[in-house]
């Protein structure tokens, strides 16, 4: 049963670039969240698709950009890229739908380690 | 707006020492709480899922409690070992803010052999 993963694991920008970071759910969910997770902080939440919708959004400016395909997959996109968008960006599938019908628990995956230079 | 709160930041013990990690919400209208350990560089595994309706969950040496009313959590690691070393985060999600988790910074955990 494949996990959560991510690609790329590292990657090398620099300032004004654009970036794409790919993700692909756990096997049988249909939701994914990005988080964001700077150096000695916890995750910060980014936004979560599901049915190839963005359902919900942090506190993140509209550089930040995504898409969910039909398989569930799911890319982030980072425009403009700044020194301050140094970050680890962290995947997690969930199985989604109604709260009542809801596998709650959050799997992550390895993470992409986006260094702005 | 939701607040997670973790404390200590960090903690070094010596090998075999039971320990506690604790977590704390400022709004008590929780979905659920997930306690995390994540390994330097690394992703996060996730330890335990407490529903908003369970008081506690265990796995193996990890027990962690859910006081909803007093917005607390605590995660107990009984007979520490050095491959418990890492990082740990609870995440809390809200009735109040849609379905994504809310985390703490974590603590920063050492057993020391």
């Known amino acids: 049963d494949a996990g959560v993963t991510q690609s790329p694991t590292h990657l090398i920008k620099t300032r004004g670039q654009q970036v794409t970071l790919r993700c692909s759910p756990k096997?049988?969910?249909?939701?994914v969240s990005w988080y964001q997770q700077a150096l000695g902080q916890g995750p910060q939440f980014i936004f979560q698709y599901y049915e190839e919708e963005e359902r919900q959004r942090g506190n993140f400016p509209d550089r930040f950009s995504g898409h969910q395909f039909p398989n569930y997959s799911s890319e982030l996109n980072v425009n403009a890229l700044l020194l301050g968008d140094s970050a680890l960006y962290l995947c997690?599938?969930?199985?989604?739908?109604?709260?009542?019908?809801?596998?709650?628990?959050?799997?992550f995956g390895p993470g992409t380690r986006l260094t702005v230079t | 707006k939701q607040e997670v709160t973790q404390i200590p930041a960090a903690l070094s013990v010596p090998e075999g020492e039971n320990l506690v990690l604790n977590c704390s919400f400022t709004?008590?209208?929780?979905?659920?709480l997930q306690w995390f350990r994540q390994d330097p560089g690394k992703g996060l595994t996730s330890l335990l899922l407490?529903?908003?309706?369970?008081r506690e969950q265990t796995s193996g040496r990890l027990n962690a409690s859910l006081d909803k009313s007093s917005g607390r959590s605590t995660l107990y690691i009984a007979a520490s070992q050095p491959g418990d070393s890492a990082t740990y985060l609870c995440a809390v999600e809200s009735d109040n803010y849609g379905q994504n988790f809310v985390f703490g910074p974590g603590t920063r955990l050492s057993v020391l052999p």
């Open positions: 407490i529903q908003s309706s369970q």
């Open positions: 709004d008590s209208a929780i979905y659920n």
């Open positions: 096997s049988g969910h249909d939701t």
């Open positions: 997690a599938s969930s199985l989604g739908g109604s709260y009542g019908a809801r596998d709650y628990e959050q799997y």
